[in-house]
């Protein structure tokens, strides 16, 4: 059975984690000297709860697991860099990951001083279970796998996902930012049946609040804690506590109609961006973005650009060559990427 005490670095294994007095004291007192604070209310004078505990309980509701099975975090790259400073001792250990893919598991790599290790994606950017098993060593801590995948936009096959979770000894970082976008289950399903999964999710793409920077990791309990231990205190801001809070409890509807229409703008966009000479291929994708191959598709980023219109160039990114990745913004703004476009494909 796996049991991420046995891998937790050892420092972090013996660390007494900073308590202020409001650990020792459940339920609302009436009056607070303990903090420091200023006691003239101005609705943001008290330190945050740093557990999240409100929240937690919305989001365990929608999402089907305790809130002892959540962290959150300032943007889910804020779980990312804990899981490096918990489980992966620097100049020694290593995490596996898969190319191309979100590039912020290298940089916290870079800053942790870990070695990170890179297994290209096959032919139709589907998972090499087998290069990705054979690149884990004893010393290999995290396995990262994001799908939907950025920016190559497709799910991976979830059979080639419970393999890995199978037979990996480490844990497996399973990144959903695009799930609400995907035809594809969660793998929140199979937190209880695998303790070295990690899932991560995030306000910032479907839920539409990337500005008050809430991210989401789903684990064991025992992942939490140690997670828990390690971040600042007050990791979460109130405001963004309260924001998240409202936005989850009385607006899941609203998000809901905007990611079918989303899904929607993305396949007319696919439709019509297929229909232009100098496009070349519009991968499927299963996320609010499109990977584009075109000829030419650093000019074409660049004269996007003096229209004002702004695309990623990831035209320089290995199985990316050529490609541009667009987001899917509002039909207007479609519309007017789709008259730009039109105009260069006349150009060249
Ligand atoms: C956008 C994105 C995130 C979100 O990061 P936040 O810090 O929560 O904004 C995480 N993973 C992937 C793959 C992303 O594309």
Not at 82 to 89: G, H, N
Not at 144 to 159: A, E
């Amino acid at each position: 059975m796996f049991d991420p005490i046995a891998i937790v670095r050892k420092n972090i294994k013996e660390l007494i984690p900073y308590s202020s007095a409001r650990d020792d004291f459940q339920g609302t007192a009436s009056v607070y000297l303990d903090a420091n604070e200023n006691p003239y209310a101005t609705k943001v004078n008290r330190y945050p709860d740093p557990l999240q505990q409100k929240l937690k309980v919305v989001i365990s509701k929608l999402k089907h697991v305790t809130p002892e099975q959540i962290f959150l975090g300032n943007g889910s790259d804020e779980a990312i860099d804990l899981l490096y400073r918990a489980f992966c001792e620097p100049a020694a250990d290593n995490v596996v990951s898969i190319k191309p893919t979100y590039g912020m598991y290298k940089v916290c790599a870079d800053i942790n001083n870990i070695s990170y290790r890179e297994v290209l994606l096959k032919k139709g950017f589907t998972l090499d279970v087998e290069g990705l098993l054979s690149s884990v060593d004893e010393s290999t801590k995290l396995l990262f796998l994001c799908s939907p995948n950025n920016p190559t936009g497709n799910s991976f096959d979830s059979k080639d996902i419970l393999q890995i979770l199978d037979s990996f000894k480490g844990i497996v970082v399973v990144d959903e930012a695009y799930i609400d976008f995907s035809e594809q289950k969660s793998f929140l399903t199979q937190l209880n049946k695998y303790p070295n999964l990690v899932v991560l999710q995030t306000l910032s793409k479907a839920w539409g609040m990337a500005g008050i920077r809430l991210g989401m990791a789903f684990a064991s309990k025992e992942i939490i804690n140690i997670l828990n231990s390690i971040k600042y205190p007050y990791n979460v801001n109130s405001l963004t506590q309260k924001k998240a809070l409202k936005k989850l409890k009385f607006k899941s509807i609203i998000v809901r109609q905007q990611v079918q229409e989303l899904i929607d703008e993305r396949n007319k966009l696919a439709a019509q961006l297929k229909k232009l000479g100098f496009v070349e291929k519009v991968y499927a994708s299963d996320a609010n973005f499109l990977l584009v191959e075109m000829k030419e598709a650093e000019k074409v980023y660049l004269s996007l650009m003096d229209n004002k219109i702004i695309v990623r160039d990831r035209s320089k990114v290995a199985l990316c060559e050529g490609c541009l990745r667009i987001t899917i913004g509002t039909s207007v703004e479609n519309l007017r990427l789709l008259r730009n476009m039109k105009c260069l494909n006349e150009a060249m």
